[in-house]
């Protein structure tokens, strides 16, 4: 027996198992000994003495584990001093604390003890949380919590779309299946397959804390939440959602009133587009149609327009389907869903008869509207017309087609402006190249003018190694712009439009200096700030083919 204490070594010097155990223990004695210490702080309780206590006690338990000849009788003799100390203060503290707050070694205690735990721990690691709007924090949901899931996905969801700036993200859900896709700069990604069921507690989930009507499945709804990302900022989400026998879809806008109040100057227009438009600006009468195809910026290019003009020294009316941009002081009035044209035309006549200055259109959908705002009252007043259409002659066939009478619609336009949006190549990764001299020709494009063109990469170099660029996270790309048509009617080309001498007016124009919508995306591609590519992508495969001279 002696020679066996005597061939004992401390644990120590055994292996390294036993070390990193006491080690873990000491971690966690440390904890729970600042832990009882804002106990004895915050009622009072003898705090000196009972650190003392408590403290000594660890010191003689760890010294017994450390050199107890045997490891397996020194660890619960030490455990024994160390759990005893605590023991005594436990009692203690029962007796002098209200019944309430005392400890109480059951399931319960147990239980919700884990839960404050598991809650605080879920506050701590939350890299996204929801917020109130008064800016409080919505507690992030912890392990047991239903919404739970959710809110893992949504973390998942938002940790990929924040950091590249995506603009929305769609939820399809079905009772067999869901999918979930981000849009970033115009262009779907889609994420990988989840299951209907977590689909929809994620919709559920968002419905809930914007203060929508989680079992109203059917109807469309729309609501508002702030997320606080941490280092990726603080974002509004924009939430609609509606149902039908097919599913539930939501559409999450991120940061929407960001990109819909944008100076004019900043959308995207040339230079010398830039210059045309300058006296349109300034002229407050006749009709400014702006022209897009769906999701290329006419609502943004609209909101622009309109927030050039001062609504407190001149008054500012518009009428909208949904107030894209709730403006200070404009007078903005809602089209009920279910007007119908008659009605619509007379909303339109209504708001012209309380003489405005300035008056914003979001769509044009009916020939009785576009009577109505090419009388003669457009020469008093400017008038802002949301049209959807491919380019401006598009725009003005639909604009002289729904008047019904060449004369009366020309002679009540001023000018109109067609855009696409264009992704933006990125600027720390962007590739510099040299382009085939054939393929300039094809496009339009001098050779001799051209040197170089520039095309998307995703990656930058770090020490000779290709690494994902930082910037764009790899995509190539970073943010949109706007690539414009403007043309600006002079009083030869209203006539021309009168006497629907269109092929002369297209020659006119072109006198004028206009730029087609193809030669200012390849005017952006040629400085750089986008690639011939994007430029076709955009606005349709040959586009950049198709430019003029």
Not at 350 to 359: G, H, K, L, N, S
Request: charged fraction near 25%.
């Amino acid at each position: 027996m002696h020679e066996s204490l005597a061939q004992a070594q401390p644990a120590v010097l055994v292996s390294i198992f036993k070390p990193l155990l006491v080690f873990a223990l000491l971690l966690i004695w440390g904890q729970v000994v600042a832990r009882l210490d804002r106990d004895m702080l915050y009622y009072y309780l003898a705090r000196r003495a009972w650190n003392i206590v408590i403290v000594g006690a660890g010191g003689v338990g760890f010294l017994l584990m450390v050199v107890f000849p045997i490891f397996w009788i020194g660890l619960p003799l030490g455990l024994v001093v160390i759990v005893g100390s605590i023991a005594a203060y436990w009692h203690h503290r029962n007796q002098k604390v209200p019944e309430s707050d005392r400890w109480i070694l059951s399931w319960d205690f147990l239980t919700s003890r884990f839960r404050k735990f598991s809650h605080a721990q879920a506050q701590k690691r939350a890299s996204i949380k929801l917020m109130q709007k008064d800016g409080a924090m919505i507690a992030v949901p912890a392990a047991g919590n239903p919404f739970q899931p959710a809110h893992a996905l949504l973390e998942d969801l938002m940790e990929f779309a924040l950091p590249r700036a995506a603009d929305r993200i769609d939820i399809a859900v079905d009772a067999a299946a869901a999918q979930i896709v981000i849009h970033i700069d115009g262009v779907a990604h889609p994420r990988e397959k989840v299951e209907a069921n977590l689909a929809m507690n994620l919709v559920d989930y968002l419905k809930h804390y914007s203060g929508l009507d989680v079992r109203d499945r059917r109807r469309k709804l729309k609501g508002r939440l702030r997320v606080d990302g941490g280092e990726l900022g603080t974002h509004i989400l924009d939430l609609w959602t509606f149902g039908s026998t097919q599913g539930v879809r939501m559409a999450v806008e991120i940061d929407k009133d960001a990109r819909l109040t944008i100076e004019f100057e900043e959308l995207g227009l040339l230079d010398s587009q830039l210059e045309q438009m300058k006296p349109v600006l300034k002229s407050l009468k006749r009709v400014v149609l702006v022209t897009a195809p769906p999701h290329h910026g006419m609502t943004t290019t609209l909101s622009s327009l309109v927030q050039r003009h001062d609504p407190y020294t001149m008054s500012v009316v518009t009428l909208e389907d949904q107030t894209a941009v709730d403006i200070e002081g404009v007078d903005h009035e809602l089209i009920p869903p279910d007007a119908d044209g008659e009605m619509l035309a007379n909303m339109v006549a209504a708001a012209i008869r309380r003489d405005p200055r300035v008056f914003m259109l979001s769509r044009l959908s009916d020939p009785k509207v576009a009577y109505v705002l090419s009388s003669d009252s457009a020469q008093d007043a400017r008038f802002y017309v949301g049209v959807p259409a491919e380019d401006t002659l598009s725009a003005l066939r639909k604009w002289v087609k729904a008047v019904g009478d060449a004369d009366r619609a020309g002679h009540a336009l001023e000018a109109i402006t067609c855009q696409r949006l264009v992704r933006r190549l990125c600027p720390t990764c962007r590739v510099v190249y040299k382009p085939d001299p054939a393929a300039l020709k094809k496009m339009n494009l001098p050779p001799e003018r051209v040197s170089q063109l520039y095309k998307a990469s995703g990656q930058v170099l770090v020490r000779d190694k290709p690494q994902v660029c930082p910037t764009c996270h790899g995509l190539g790309y970073r943010g949109r712009v706007g690539v414009f048509e403007v043309m600006v009617l002079d009083d030869r080309g209203r006539s021309l439009i009168a006497e629907g001498q269109l092929e002369q007016l297209r020659a006119h124009l072109r006198k004028n200096k206009m730029l087609w919508l193809q030669e200012a995306g390849l005017s952006r591609a040629v400085e750089g700030v986008t690639s011939v590519s994007e430029v076709t992508r955009a606005m349709g495969e040959g586009a950049a083919g198709r430019s003029a001279a």
